[in-house]
């Protein structure tokens, strides 16, 4: 077993051949001693180092020191894939013509030793969570890690012991709205948050994110979109569209209701009249293994479209009076649109000739002097997580409270609930669309 010493201001550690700079608490050799070993060798020790700052206050910490005729370097090993260690044997020990043995508890059957070099290698491709024969390490929810071992390399009389741990990496990612549907949000609203899932294993490092176009060489990046690898914002015409957590991969879309003068430039308009932006974010996954300068990134594509929340639908009208908006120009529906939500009166629209016009003082067909003219009628605040019908039953307060419609695609919207006794009510609103 190691020793274990109490370096205090004397620093007592001086009997290996160590010791620390009361100052910096930087460990280092003793005054005397030339090489690690000088006094004594091999050395296993733990020393508890303790700082003092002021009357009352110190901290302690714990620093293992070994020093023997084998070494690994730091622990913990981390094994990847076409990753071995090499040990640094002492010159004497280096023309012994003893091999390199290995004895681990438990008996990892995925770990290799060179009985010639000492190197240490792995046969990764079969291990699982299943794997009897190893330590399987696992996160504080228990779920899969990777595994590992404590192992001691013995040649001839002497040893050394190593950590050993095989991460598992994921080899493919994907979120749970399901691989072949278009994620999508309404400016000003919020999508349900998104988790990441990779199956068994230790999740990536960070994630980062980029968006443009799909081409047959890779994504085309759309220079109008930014990502911030520290707040995980990402931006379109410097306007947020959504944040995604560089640490747990977790997103969700937050399309600001600024981005309402950009939408309309796109050109694309759905079903329903909305300026929609469409586009595809790739979403990486980085894993860092810094201590052995490796890397591996695995991805994700999302297909996101943001809509605008002011709906454009066919309608019929009758009204009294009409005015001219401006001219369309190049434009055409698009411009009387824009320029339809700088007015707050205007609510119908058409394109007569080069010239946007709206009609006001909307009345029924007996009192109009314009009768059931086809335009189109603007409804703003129609996002999906906007859209409701609150509806109050006497004696049925278990089904009152509020209902989110079907979309419609007419401009009425149907609601039907099933009472007790076979009653059914159903009452119609005018559509705002909603899912």
């Not at 910490?61 to 894939?81: D, E, F, T």
């Not at 199956?199 to 990502?227: S, T, V």
Request: proline share 5%; aromatic share 8%; net charge negative.
């Amino acid at each position: 077993m190691p020793d274990t010493q109490a370096c205090d201001k004397k620093l007592t550690c001086v009997n290996y051949g160590l010791t620390l700079d009361a100052e910096t608490g930087a460990l280092q050799l003793a005054e005397g001693c030339a090489k690690l070993g000088c006094w004594k060798s091999p050395i296993e020790v733990d020393c508890v180092v303790t700082a003092h700052e002021e009357v009352g206050l110190a901290a302690s910490a714990k620093l293992s020191v070994r020093v023997g005729m084998i070494s690994y370097g730091s622990n913990p090993l981390l094994l990847l894939p076409g990753v071995e260690y090499v040990p640094v044997q002492q010159s004497s020990l280096a023309v012994n013509d003893a091999i390199f043995k290995l004895a681990c508890a438990p008996t990892p059957t995925w770990l290799q030793i060179d009985e010639s070099t000492g190197a240490l290698s792995g046969a990764l491709s079969g291990v699982h969570q299943a794997n009897s024969s190893s330590s399987v390490l696992t996160d504080d929810e228990g779920g899969f890690l990777g595994v590992g071992a404590t192992c001691t390399v013995h040649k001839g009389a002497s040893k050394t012991q190593v950590v050993v741990m095989a991460p598992h990496a994921w080899n493919s990612m994907s979120f749970s709205y399901g691989p072949e549907t278009t994620l999508y949000a309404t400016l000003g609203e919020k999508s349900p948050i998104l988790e990441v899932k990779g199956g068994a294993g230790e999740p990536p490092n960070r994630f980062d994110a980029a968006c443009g176009q799909l081409a047959e060489h890779g994504m085309e990046p759309d220079p109008k979109f930014a990502f911030d690898v520290n707040t995980g914002i990402a931006t379109y015409s410097d306007h947020q569209i959504f944040t995604l957590e560089v640490s747990s991969g977790h997103l969700q879309l937050t399309p600001e209701e600024a981005l309402s003068a950009v939408l309309p430039q796109t050109g694309y308009y759905d079903f329903y009249g909305r300026a929609t932006l469409h586009f595809t974010c790739r979403i990486y996954g980085v894993y860092t293994w810094e201590s052995i300068g490796k890397s591996k990134i695995i991805t994700h594509d999302l297909r996101i479209a943001i809509r605008d929340h002011t709906c454009w639908l066919k309608s019929s009208v009758s009204y009294q009076a009409w005015k001219t908006l401006g001219p369309a120009g190049d434009g055409g529906m698009s411009e009387c649109r824009l320029l339809c939500r700088k007015d707050p009166s205007c609510t119908h629209i058409w394109l007569s000739g080069p010239f946007c016009k709206t009609a006001f003082r909307l009345c029924s067909d007996m009192d109009c002097h314009f009768k059931h003219s086809k335009m189109t009628a603007r409804y703003p605040h129609c996002g999906e997580r906007h859209s409701c019908i609150n509806i109050q039953l006497p004696g049925y307060h278990y089904v009152s409270g509020k209902y989110l419609g079907n979309l419609c695609a007419g401009v009425m919207c149907t609601w039907t609930i099933l009472l007790p006794l076979r009653l059914r009510l159903t009452t119609n609103h005018v559509a705002m669309p909603a899912i």
